[in-house]
C-alpha cells in the first residue's frame, strides 16, 4: 500500500521562505509530484521528480531522496497568493499504467 | 484552449437519487480518472480508466460506477447518493506518450447529497 505523511498546516511571513516536506511509503515508486491548490479550485502542477536531488523552478524548488522516501517543497519570496493547499502525490507503476496517490495536503498561509 | 470540463459544477440532491456527473476532455489523453476530496482526507482516487474499453477501481470505487464512452468522456455514477458521498469530485485526465505524465485536472463538482 501507498502510505504519505505531510503537515496539515504552515504559516509564514511574506517574502519569507518556507519549506514543505513529505514523506512516503511505497512500492513500485515511480516519481513524486507536488500541486498547489486554492480552496474551491483544481490542483494545478507544480513539479516533479523521479530521481534524487533538487529540481529549481522559479520562486519554487522541489527535492527528492529515494532512499529516505523523503521530498520538500520550496517556497521563495514569499507572496500572498502562495496562501493554498500543497499537495504530495506519489505515482507508483500497476499494470498498465502510473498511478498517482495523494497526500492530504498542507494548508500553507502566508502572512504580512 | 485544450481543456478538461465538468458539468454540473454544483448539485444538490437527495438520498436515494440516481445522479451522474460528466467529464470531457479536448487535450486527446487516453487516461481519465475520478477523485473524491473530502476535508483532512486529500484527494481518493474513485475509479480509473486508460483507455475506451479499460475500467479501473480505485481506493474507494463502493458506491460509484464509471462510462468511459470515448475517449473524452468520462462519466461517473451514483446509483444511490447517500449523505456520505457529499464531497467535491474531481476528473482529470494525463497522457502516457510523455515522461512526466502529470495529471490535467478539472474545475470540479460540487455534490451535496441531503
Known amino acids: 500500500g501507498q502510505n504519505i505523511d505531510q503537515p496539515t498546516e504552515m504559516t509564514a511571513t511574506e517574502g519569507a521562505i518556507v519549506q514543505i516536506n513529505c514523506t512516503y511509503q511505497?512500492?513500485?515508486?515511480?516519481?513524486l509530484f507536488w500541486y498547489q491548490q486554492h480552496a474551491g479550485e483544481a490542483p494545478t502542477f507544480l513539479s516533479y521528480n523521479v530521481l534524487d536531488g533538487l529540481e529549481e523552478k522559479g520562486r519554487f524548488s522541489s527535492f527528492l531522496s529515494r532512499s529516505k522516501g523523503y521530498s520538500y517543497l520550496l517556497l521563495k519570496e514569499l507572496q500572498m497568493k502562495d496562501s493554498a493547499s500543497y499537495l504530495c502525490?506519489?505515482?507508483?507503476?500497476?499494470?498498465?499504467?502510473?498511478?498517482?496517490?495523494f497526500g492530504t495536503g498542507t494548508q500553507l498561509k502566508v502572512e504580512l | 484552449d485544450a481543456d478538461v470540463t465538468q458539468t454540473p459544477r454544483n448539485r444538490i440532491t437527495k438520498t436515494g437519487k440516481r445522479i451522474m456527473l460528466e467529464c470531457s476532455q479536448t487535450?486527446?489523453?487516453?487516461?481519465m480518472y475520478w477523485y473524491r476530496q473530502d476535508p483532512g482526507l486529500g484527494l481518493r482516487l474513485i475509479y480509473y480508466?486508460?483507455?475506451?474499453?479499460?475500467?479501473n477501481k480505485g481506493e474507494i470505487s463502493d458506491g460509484y460506477s464509471v462510462s468511459r464512452q470515448a475517449q473524452a468522456k468520462f462519466s461517473l455514477s451514483l446509483e444511490s447518493a447517500i449523505p456520505n458521498q457529499t464531497a467535491l469530485y474531481f476528473c482529470?485526465?494525463?497522457?502516457?506518450?510523455?515522461?512526466?505524465?502529470?495529471?490535467?485536472f478539472g474545475p470540479g463538482t460540487r455534490l451535496t447529497v441531503l
Open positions: 487535450k486527446g489523453h487516453d487516461r
Open positions: 502525490a506519489v505515482t507508483s507503476f500497476t499494470g498498465g499504467g502510473n498511478k498517482l496517490t
Open positions: 511505497t512500492s513500485g515508486f515511480n516519481g
Open positions: 480508466s486508460f483507455d475506451v474499453k479499460d475500467i
Open positions: 482529470a485526465t494525463s497522457d502516457p506518450g510523455t515522461s512526466l505524465n502529470e495529471q490535467f
